[in-house]
């Protein structure tokens, strides 16, 4: 990837600039939240992020959660069910081979066995860490004003 796509030569918050969800150079195009057109009805037609490599023809659909740590384990296989159909249309209309990527946390920081090899996936360099980390802290934040109410933080 290269100019403001490429995360190391942009420190700033692309995604924040844009309303429509779309943020598009010569080689790549990126999606978020982006509502996708297909010929043939399918069920989940917005993923949460899309990455459109325009030079060698790819996309990558990478579904994101966090989600309680006995549940993340089956999560992996049903979001990649789920997004095949979306990922059939999108190859089919935009001539690109795709990719279904989950990205899937536990509130408590759990990750499955295969999440490392989710993240090799995708085309930059994830910290596993740092998604547990962030995981961990929006779970405090959720947690925070309800133990405040308890008398318990």
Partial sequence: MHGALDPKSDTTKWYLD?????????PAKILWD?????EKHVLANQSDIVVVDKENKGATTIEVAVLNDYAIASKDKEKVEKYLPLGEEIEKCWDVRITVIPVFIGAQGAITPAHKMWLAQIPTAINSSE???SALFGTA?????????????
């Fill in 18 to 26: 844009r309303e429509d969800g779309v943020n598009e150079n010569d």
């Fill in 131 to 133: 998604l547990q980390k």
């Fill in 34 to 38: 982006f509502y996708i057109r297909t």
């Fill in 141 to 153: 934040k959720i947690l925070r004003p309800v133990l405040k109410l308890r008398g318990l933080w």
